[in-house]
């Protein structure tokens, strides 16, 4: 008997509401990759050529090389520092390029300083930057390769880039760690490694460099102020120096080009950890040798969705002024990411405002937990009916959310989870059926998960209700947005209808009164600037986003994703602690 999983789907792609959000959509997101470009640029043309010049390639240009024939980065990060350091010229993607790609078959972070902005300097957010890559890498026990050519901190800076737990030296403490946990990692120097930095290639397992290069602790300059000894930098701590004397480097390569063809064929030599153990997984045992998460064969052609992933443009209204009333079915984002559009929906008829359930994105088991944006009947403890109202969680639906991933964990099934909420549901009744007491049982169930957990923020992001759906503090794998994102305490409708209040009450104890106008002023003038933060843009700079990704390619980059979080076979026990009951 064939099982009844196949979601169905009501979307008419004819409809105004569909086309107009379809075409604002396209607006943004045209917006979104014109700025992408820019940033590709880094430094500039200008910058470039003075790279070239050097007779290095640009740090794009080292990516193409490295990476196998046809594939692109799967890019992390690049809207870091994005309208940051204004005052010292820009850091465009924090003149760093970080992201997962394939070399010889192999999926591995890539970690590449751009030299075209500041000389490959660290600013704050550089350091973030890597740390985030790394720490991607560590749990996930990604192969790391870096491509250094960086001058060092940003010393104007140095103050907020030195000294804390999430600064510079985190670096260095990452490399240490990683190696311990047998993460394989490979630094190709192909331009200056300079003070601390030259630390980071000399902690990893295997150090390429380029003649032409330099690797020391202090150039120069700086070694005649401090000791009075003049030298060459060659001499000092070039590669025939490392590769001769102090025998600091494995590998001595004339060029960025051979030493990229040298880095390639090291990686294709790198072997695999396997625990040798299958999972057992909802009654499928893994068919991949040493991978602990339920995996069946998958072709690509007769396992796709059963919907086109472009459907997905017309869902959502991109204007934040509508896009917290927009209602539309979750079912039918989940229908277009998940392998043959079938979910087995866990709970279906309790705790309607939260979808949890199991599906497979490419041929990987995996546990969804979603926000229902259409409004749901559902009857209260009193036996009376309720209309919810959708992308809040209520009672039921928190209590549902948090056993569903207990669930998850016991069975060692991957969580997705599906941002579109306004927060939890607040008034008499929710404090009267035991919401505080819900939702706190979800955020521990989502806190001591154990399993892989991947973050899509699709719509809105806010409060509580982002905490509970495994926001950036929860640890997930990775977190990733689509352009309609929104991600916040609150709306900037909510936040500024909020402060307004505030603010004129302040004025009126004064002794001034405010017209409507001038009350209005002040709305669009907060409203505007929550708005602005809120957008995914703001949050990505911050690196609170790891990628803002295009909607239909949301299910090619969660495959991505979850390949990675199977590259770590090592599971801690589950071990939910105390739950409010």
Not at 150 to 157: E, H, I, N, R
Not at 534 to 550: E, K, M, S
Request: glycine residues 10%; aromatic residues 8%.
């Amino acid at each position: 008997m064939k099982l009844e999983n196949g979601l169905a789907s009501k979307v008419d792609v004819k409809a105004a509401r569909f086309g107009a959000n379809r075409d604002a959509l396209a607006v943004l997101m045209a917006a979104l990759a014109k700025q992408e470009s820019e940033i590709r640029l880094g430094g500039g043309a200008k910058a470039a050529e003075a790279q070239r010049a050097k007779g290095r390639l640009t740090v794009r240009e080292r990516l193409k090389l490295l990476l196998d024939d046809g594939l692109e980065l799967m890019e992390l990060g690049l809207w870091a520092a994005h309208g940051m350091y204004e005052e010292y010229g820009g850091a465009p993607a924090a003149g760093v390029v970080t992201g997962l790609g394939r070399v010889f078959g192999r999926l591995c972070m890539i970690i590449a300083n751009d030299a075209t902005v500041k000389a490959g300097a660290f600013f704050p957010m550089t350091a973030k930057k890597v740390i985030r890559a790394q720490t991607i890498a560590l749990e996930n026990r990604i192969p790391t390769l870096y491509l250094v050519d960086s001058a060092g901190v940003f010393l104007p800076l140095q103050e907020d880039v030195f000294p804390d737990q999430d600064d510079f030296g985190r670096v260095f403490r990452n490399n240490a760690v990683m190696s311990s946990l047998g993460v394989p990692q490979m630094t190709a120097i192909m331009g200056m490694c300079v003070a601390g930095g030259a630390y980071l290639p000399v902690m990893t397992d295997t150090v390429l460099m380029t003649e032409g290069s330099g690797l020391f602790l202090a150039g120069p300059s700086l070694v005649q102020a401090a000791i009075g000894q003049k030298t060459g930098a060659e001499e000092l701590g070039g590669a025939s120096m490392h590769a001769e004397i102090s025998g600091t480097v494995d590998f001595k390569e004339p060029n960025d080009e051979a030493c990229i063809v040298r880095l390639r064929s090291l990686v294709g030599k790198i072997g695999e950890r396997i625990s040798g153990v299958g999972s057992q997984v909802s009654g499928v045992r893994s068919q991949v040798s040493g991978e602990v998460f339920s995996r069946v064969p998958f072709d690509a052609a007769k396992d796709a969705p059963k919907f086109a992933a472009e459907d997905l443009y017309g869902l959502i209204d991109p204007d934040p002024a509508r896009a917290a009333t927009n209602t539309y079915d979750m079912r039918e984002v989940i229908a277009r990411i998940v392998d043959c559009s079938e979910f087995d929906e866990y709970k279906a008829e309790f705790g309607r405002t939260v979808l949890c359930g199991y599906a497979r994105i490419g041929g990987r088991a995996v546990g969804i937990v979603a926000n229902q944006k259409v409004h749901q009947q559902q009857t209260a403890l009193d036996g009376t009916k309720r209309m919810e109202v959708g992308g809040v969680i209520y009672t039921e639906s928190a209590q549902k959310a948090a056993r569903f991933i207990m669930d998850c964990n016991q069975a060692l099934v991957p969580l997705v989870f599906l941002h579109d909420v306004n927060g939890f549901m607040v008034g008499k009744d929710a404090e009267w059926s035991g919401i505080i007491r819900a939702g706190a049982k979800m955020v521990s169930a989502v806190s001591t998960s154990v399993v892989p957990k991947i973050t899509v923020i699709v719509g809105g992001s806010f409060g509580a209700g982002h905490y509970a759906m495994c926001g950036k503090a929860y640890d997930p794998r990775f977190v990733f947005a689509w352009p309609t994102a929104r991600y916040a305490v609150m709306s900037g409708a909510s936040a500024a209808t909020t402060l307004v209040e505030v603010r004129v009450k302040q004025l009126e104890r004064s002794g001034k009164k405010l017209d409507d106008a001038e009350k209005k002023a002040i709305f669009d003038e907060i409203k505007a600037t929550y708005d602005a933060q809120a957008d995914p843009r703001y949050g990505a700079a911050r690196l609170w986003v790891d990628a803002i990704i295009d909607p239909a390619k949301t299910r090619e980059v969660l495959m991505t994703a979850l390949e990675a979080c199977a590259l770590n076979t090592e599971v801690p026990k589950f071990n939910p602690g105390v739950l409010q009951t």
